[in-house]
């Protein structure tokens, strides 16, 4: 393709270059000429020195992001930019496919006037002295442009490495310097969510970001305009009738039946990872489980069945506590009534760096009853501040007798808990922590045979979800007759 005057004429405006000159490959294989989506013009329309972009599945801000820094490149001297992948298979995919396929078929003028000094081991160097390096790591990069991309899968498998990510990516960009971190929801937890929760926060606030906060830029799934489909034979069922109708009176968006019906074949398919890959809010995005989550279906059905919701204190009723203690870790306290059948969570308390006495006190301030008070199963061995175990320090110092958890398997101890959770309800005012943990809580991943383990990951979402675990195996006939003999606790019936 070789460029006419009037072409030519609008070289200096980059916006005509990225609808103009560029070629990708698209969904189907075939090499097309980009053009901006909706989605893609809002982003570069408002973007700021750092950006969070909260995003739903193959609205094509990856491919923009990695077109809009080759543009950079090519028509700023002495730029650096870095596009970081969690695999060295990405990082060859992203450089062959998005930068090399674009420059590649560039009109040969414009490549002739913006040849390459370099263009091999995942690096593209100009003339200009401009380039950008494709790579896994940020670390000893000075960067005035850099992009990272699904930070939040990143995350989910591969927490340290994304946490490294990070830590190598932040110096990299000085301010005045461009940074994309861009993904899907991944659940509640990790560096994208909680980049994500800051970004959504300073966004309340009425005052203008400084250029090295994060503006926060989210992109839902109506918003891409392939997301539709013929309607004819879809039958919309009326629980996503009442959804759509719900999103619509908030977002004051209207959807068309040909998006309506594209939401319920693609629901269909998806399930429950729906909000996940295809949000309508920032909200929806996260409020579901990641994948390999112990309690996933369990918590679904407790939030379908309005057992998460108010379900305060009640004075007729003692409150059993079940700890888990952590020795240089956090400690987490589950406050539990048994009603009847039910098994009501009415409090919940975590901390780290604390010892027992600053616990004891934090219970002496509340207005419960108490009743049992349930502990790990390995308290005797630990040593916690005081030169004696847990157990001595706490019936010696404070009065309390701490009943020890059954020494069961930790599986069948998930099984136990995943059997509770169907008895009980969680008062949400004042369980914000633990409902986070119990979402969040799963099995780790195996990053070399591609699989989940059978053991839990150990992270934050750890020492709550322990707490539960040695509350639900102190039940009767969850594994009591390998635990050692009940100790009455001397606070039992007494108000503290």
Not at 453 to 465: E, F, I, V
Request: charged share 25%; proline share 6%; aromatic share 10%.
């Amino acid at each position: 393709m070789i460029l006419t005057e009037a072409e030519r004429k609008h070289l200096s405006n980059p916006v005509w270059r990225l609808n103009n000159l560029y070629w990708v490959i698209n969904e189907n294989g075939k090499a097309v000429k980009f053009k901006m989506r909706v989605a893609q013009r809002k982003l570069l329309r408002n973007m700021a020195f750092r950006n969070i972009i909260l995003k739903g599945r193959q609205l094509g801000f990856s491919t923009f992001i990695q077109l809009y820094i080759l543009d950079c490149i090519l028509f700023i001297p002495n730029l650096r930019a870095a596009i970081i992948a969690h695999t060295k298979e990405d990082m060859a995919t992203i450089y062959r496919d998005k930068i090399i396929f674009a420059y590649d078929h560039l009109p040969p003028e414009i490549r002739a006037e913006h040849p390459a000094k370099k263009k091999d081991a995942g690096e593209l160097l100009l003339e200009n002295n401009s380039g950008v390096r494709v790579t896994t790591s940020a670390r000893g990069t000075t960067a005035q442009l850099l992009h990272v991309s699904e930070l939040g899968r990143i995350g989910a498998k591969y927490p340290q490495k994304a946490k490294e990510i990070i830590k190598g990516c932040i110096p990299a960009v000085h301010e005045g310097g461009i940074a994309f971190f861009e993904s899907t929801a991944e659940g509640q937890e990790g560096v994208f969510y909680d980049m994500c929760q800051q970004a959504i926060n300073r966004c309340a606030m009425d005052r203008p970001l400084s250029p090295l906060e994060f503006k926060m830029h989210f992109f839902p799934w109506y918003e891409k305009p392939t997301n539709k489909t013929s309607p004819k034979y879809i039958v919309v069922p009326v629980r996503l009738q009442e959804y759509f109708k719900s999103v619509q009176a908030v977002l004051r968006v209207k959807f068309t039946p040909e998006q309506m019906a594209w939401y319920t074949v693609t629901e269909g398919i998806l399930g429950e990872d729906m909000k996940a890959e295809n949000p309508s809010t920032p909200e929806e995005a996260f409020e579901v489980s990641i994948e390999g989550a112990y309690y996933k279906r369990q918590m679904d059905k407790m939030y379908a069945e309005n057992r998460v919701g108010e379900f305060p204190y009640n004075p007729k009723y003692s409150v059993d506590t079940a700890w888990d203690i952590g020795h240089g870790d956090a400690t987490a306290i589950w406050f539990r009534q048994k009603i009847g059948r039910w098994n009501n969570i009415i409090d919940y308390m975590e901390a780290s760096g604390e010892d027992l006495p600053y616990f004891v006190e934090r219970l002496k301030e509340k207005p419960y009853t108490y009743g049992r008070m349930i502990a790990p199963h390995d308290m005797g061995n630990m040593i916690w501040g005081t030169g004696h175990t847990v157990l001595e320090t706490a019936l010696l110092d404070h009065g309390i007798s701490f009943e020890i958890a059954p020494n069961i398997p930790i599986q069948d101890g998930i099984q136990a808990v995943r059997a509770m959770l169907g008895k009980t309800r969680i008062n949400e005012a004042t369980c914000e922590g633990l409902l986070k943990v119990v979402t969040s809580y799963r099995k780790d991943w195996n990053p070399q045979m591609g699989c989940w383990k059978s053991a839990p990951r150990h992270d934050n979402n750890s020492n709550g979800s322990d707490a539960g675990r040695y509350l639900a195996v102190s039940e009767p006939g969850a594994g009591k007759k390998k635990g050692k003999p009940k100790q009455e606790s001397p606070l039992k019936g007494c108000a503290t």
